[in-house]
C-alpha cells in the first residue's frame, strides 16, 4: 500500500525544530505526495514552517485538525532499526515519529487526499494546522498559527488534536481498551526557586546554606500534596470505567463525588492516575556550587507544575509561595517558562465528539469511549478562545507496554494500526 510506503518516507525527514532545511524538505515531500490536496485546498505557510490547509465546504462553520511536524530527537544507539529510517519489518513502520506525530500529520492528509479523489465535498469546512515545535512549546507554530487565525476573526465549531489514544491495560482490572478523548487539559507553569547566603571555604561551613535550604524546598516540594479536585472530565472518566471494575472499586467510581477519599488512597496511587486529581508540583533543574571546596552563595531550582482545571497558575505561584515561606527562598515567575491555565472542559454533548465516538466504535468495536483530562500540553492549548469544543484524541490504538515508545526507543506503528487511522480520519471527515 503507497500510504505505508508514504508514512514510511516521511520519518526519514529529521524535522526535530531548529533542522529547518529538513522542515522545508519535509513541505515539498507533502507537496509531491498529496497532489489533490495541493490543488484543491488552499495552502498556507505561517512563520515559514507551519503549514496551514483550508478546505472550503458547503455550508457555514469549520472544524479545525491539529497535529504536529517535528519530532524529539533520538539517539540511534539501543534502537533495532536506525530511528529516522522509517523501516518497514515484522508488521511494523519503524521510527521517530511514527507515533508522535507524522502519524496524524500524514494519516490526515491521505484521508483527504482519498476523499478529494472521490470527488467529496465537506459540509462544514475542514482546516487543517502543523504546527513545527510542539515538543518545545508550540511558540513559533501553533502560536503563531492560533494568531493567525484570531487575526482573521476564525473561530472552529470543533478543534481535533492529538493527547490521548486507545490504550489497553491502562488498570489491570480493566480488560476492554479505552478510548481517551481528552475534552479538558491541564494547565503548565514553572517557577524559580533562588537561595542566597554568605558562601565562604567549606573546611568551616555553616548551618542553613543555600544549598541546605534548597534541599529542605526540593523536599517539601516533593511531599507537597495538593488537595484533590473532581473535574467534569475526570468525574465522567471513572462514571465510564466504574462498569468494567470489580466491587468495590466499581462502587466508588460509580459515584466519583461520595468516594473520592476511597478512590484516592485506592487507583490514585498510580502516578498517572494521580494526576488526573490534583495540581503536581516536580523539581525539575537544580543548579549550585563551582568548586568541591567553596561553599556556594547561590542554589536555584526550577519547580515545573501542572495545573488542574479549576485552579490557576496565580494560585499555585502562591501556593507554593506560602510552602516554602519560613526557608528564606525566593519563588519567582521567570518569562523564560510558559504559564499556562488550564483549559476548561469541553462541551462533549456536542454533534463532534458523537462523530468521534462513532467513528471509533465503527473502526475500534471493542474499545470504550470515554472523556478524558490530559494531564500532558498539546498545541492545542494555544487555540483555546477560538473553540469552546476541542478534543485531544489521536486513534493509535496501544498497551502501556508500547506507550513508553512515545519519545521513547523503538517507536514503530503497526501497520494494521495505521490503516485504521487514515480509515479514522475519512471517516470523521466525511461525517462533518
Ligand atoms: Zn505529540
Not at 1 to 17: D, G, H, N, P, Y
Not at 198 to 217: L, Q, T, W
Request: with cysteine; proline share 4%; aromatic share 10%.
Amino acid at each position: 500500500m503507497e500510504a505505508i510506503e508514504r508514512l514510511s518516507q516521511s520519518i526519514r525527514f529529521k524535522t526535530v525544530s531548529g533542522n529547518w532545511q529538513e522542515f522545508s524538505n519535509f513541505h515539498a515531500f507533502l507537496e509531491r505526495s498529496f497532489p489533490l490536496v495541493y490543488q484543491r485546498m488552499k495552502v498556507q505557510k505561517i512563520n515559514d514552517y507551519s503549514l496551514i490547509y483550508n478546505w472550503t465546504g458547503k455550508r457555514e462553520g469549520a472544524v479545525l485538525f491539529l497535529a504536529h511536524m517535528d519530532v524529539v530527537p533520538a539517539e540511534e544507539r539501543d534502537w533495532v532499526v536506525p530511528p529516522f529510517s522509517g523501516e518497514i519489518r515484522d508488521g511494523y513502520i519503524w521510527g521517530r515519529g511514527t507515533l508522535d506525530d507524522k502519524c496524524c500529520v500524514m494519516a490526515i492528509l491521505e484521508a483527504a487526499e482519498k476523499l478529494l479523489g472521490e470527488g467529496f465535498t465537506p459540509n462544514k469546512s475542514i482546516y487543517i494546522a502543523f504546527g513545527f515545535d510542539e515538543e518545545t512549546k508550540g511558540h513559533l507554530g501553533a502560536r503563531k498559527t492560533a494568531e493567525h487565525f484570531r487575526s482573521r476573526g476564525i473561530k472552529f465549531d470543533a478543534i481535533l488534536d492529538e493527547g490521548a489514544a486507545i490504550i489497553e491495560g491502562f488498570m489491570p482490572q480493566i480488560k476492554v481498551p479505552l478510548a481517551l478523548v481528552g475534552v479538558a487539559e491541564k494547565g503548565l507553569a514553572s517557577f524559580d526557586l533562588i537561595a542566597r547566603g554568605d558562601g565562604g571555604h567549606s573546611s568551616a561551613p555553616k548551618r542553613n546554606s543555600p544549598v541546605e535550604r534548597m534541599a529542605k524546598a526540593i523536599e517539601r516540594v516533593s511531599s507537597y500534596k495538593s488537595k484533590a479536585v473532581l473535574t467534569q472530565a475526570v468525574e465522567m472518566f471513572f462514571k465510564t470505567i466504574s462498569k468494567y471494575m470489580s466491587f468495590p472499586s466499581s462502587i466508588f467510581l460509580k459515584n466519583p463525588r461520595l468516594f473520592l477519599p476511597f478512590i484516592e488512597r485506592s487507583i490514585a496511587r498510580n502516578p498517572s492516575a494521580n494526576a488526573m486529581l490534583r495540581t503536581t508540583m516536580c523539581t525539575t533543574i537544580v543548579k549550585a556550587g563551582m568548586a568541591d571546596n567553596v561553599i556556594p552563595d547561590l542554589a536555584t531550582a526550577t519547580v515545573n507544575v501542572r495545573i488542574i482545571p479549576g485552579e490557576t497558575a496565580q494560585q499555585v505561584f502562591d501556593r507554593l509561595k506560602n510552602l516554602l515561606s519560613d526557608l528564606d527562598i525566593e519563588v519567582m515567575k521567570n518569562e523564560r517558562w510558559e504559564v499556562s491555565d488550564p483549559v476548561i472542559c469541553s462541551n462533549f454533548g456536542g454533534t463532534f465528539f458523537e462523530s468521534i465516538s462513532k467513528t471509533i466504535n465503527d473502526i475500534f468495536p471493542q474499545a470504550v469511549v470515554t472523556p478524558f483530562l490530559t494531564i500532558g500540553g498539546t498545541d492545542s492549548r494555544h487555540y483555546k478562545d477560538l473553540s469552546s469544543k476541542i478534543y485531544r484524541f489521536a486513534p493509535i490504538l496501544m498497551n502501556s507496554e508500547e506507550m513508553k515508545l512515545v519519545h521513547g526507543k523503538n517507536e514503530r506503528i503497526s501497520i494494521e494500526n495505521y490503516k485504521k487511522m487514515i480509515d479514522f480520519y475519512y471517516q470523521l471527515i466525511k461525517r462533518e
